[in-house]
């Protein structure tokens, strides 16, 4: 029985990806897209928070934030998460902290919780860091991660696309 439920949860994880993917590449609006990147992941695993930076290669901007499926205008952010989202960028490397009162840059945190930071990566460019946050510590699962590492990989996409989108039309209005 145990198997047969890992092998479904999996299997719907998967489907929720794809409708996420189709979803994804239909949108061409910037802040549009960065909101349905954001329900998508809160939608494909358990969490309390996601947030969205974009990145230039040099700079984070904030880009969209969602708490239990409602927009927020910034992130509630757990201490420490802006060094995370930093240190995700500027490697390009995924960082999973099962409880931040445990990691170096939460040093002296009150509070607890976890966050995964997964980078968006299109080539060997960074544009953006998609975090998952719990407000508790939390130990992410290996299926978890993995979609949420293909919700990032489609999310890429998907923002250079509007990216270059916003880019055409600017040019057509000149």
Do not use: K
């Not at 998952?132 to 919700?151: C, G």
């Not at 990989?153 to 880019?167: E, G, M, S, T, V």
Request: glycine fraction near 8%.
């Amino acid at each position: 029985q145990r198997t047969f439920d890992t092998v479904r949860r999996h299997g719907q994880g998967l489907e929720g990806l794809r409708q996420a993917s189709l979803h994804l590449t239909s949108i061409l609006e910037m802040q549009p897209l960065l909101d349905a990147v954001l329900e998508h992941a809160l939608q494909l695993v358990p969490a309390d928070e996601a947030h969205l930076f974009l990145y230039d290669g040099h700079r984070l901007d904030f880009g969209a934030a969602r708490r239990r499926g409602q927009a927020q205008p910034q992130p509630s952010s757990l201490a420490g998460d802006d060094a995370i989202t930093d240190a995700v960028a500027r490697s390009g490397e995924r960082m999973i902290i099962p409880d931040v009162t445990q990691h170096p840059f939460c040093r002296g945190l009150a509070r607890d919780g976890a966050i995964a930071a997964l980078p968006l990566r299109v080539g060997g460019s960074v544009l953006g860091v998609l975090n998952i946050t719990h407000q508790r510590p939390y130990a992410f699962r290996v299926s978890e991660l993995e979609i949420l590492e293909l919700l990032a990989d489609q999310a890429a996409a998907a923002l250079q696309n509007a990216r270059l989108f916003q880019r055409v039309d600017e040019d057509r209005r000149r």
